[in-house]
Nanobody
Framework: QVQLVESGGGLVQPGGSLRLSCAAS????????MGWYRQAPGKQRELVAG???????NYADSVKGRFTISRDNAKNTVYLQMNSLKPEDTAVYYC??????WGWGQGTQVTVSS
């Protein structure tokens, strides 16, 4: 079973930036299309960015132009660079395959507030 460990969250002011990381155990990481999800209080978890095994990306409209997903298959790690953060980006952020194949990690809290 692959384990996922997210990190990099924190408290940031509106307009600020954060870079999230997600490390996956196991050697099969590179073949999967990976995604970053978020769950705000009282809302369902939503997929905000995805990246294929060869680096093709897609984004939810709410983050397009502000967030960038990337991956390093040699390190079994996927990243999410978040710029121009808004209060509505406040959520717990998780990674998983875009089909949510594996168990969820603990997530990393992102709070955007002045």
């Amino acid at each position: 079973q692959v384990q996922l460990v997210e990190s990099g969250g924190g408290l940031v002011q509106p307009g600020g930036s954060l870079r999230l990381s997600c490390a996956a155990s196991g050697s099969i990481f590179s073949i999967y299309t990976m995604g970053w999800y978020r769950q705000a209080p009282g809302k369902q978890r939503e997929l905000v960015a995805g990246i294929s095994s060869v680096g093709s990306t897609n984004y939810a409209d709410s983050v397009k132009g502000r967030f960038t997903i990337s991956r390093d298959n040699a390190k079994n790690t996927v990243y999410l660079q978040m710029n121009s953060l808004k209060p509505e980006d406040t959520a717990v952020y998780y990674c998983n395959t875009v089909l949510a194949t594996w168990g969820w990690g603990q997530g990393t809290q992102v709070t955007v507030s002045s």
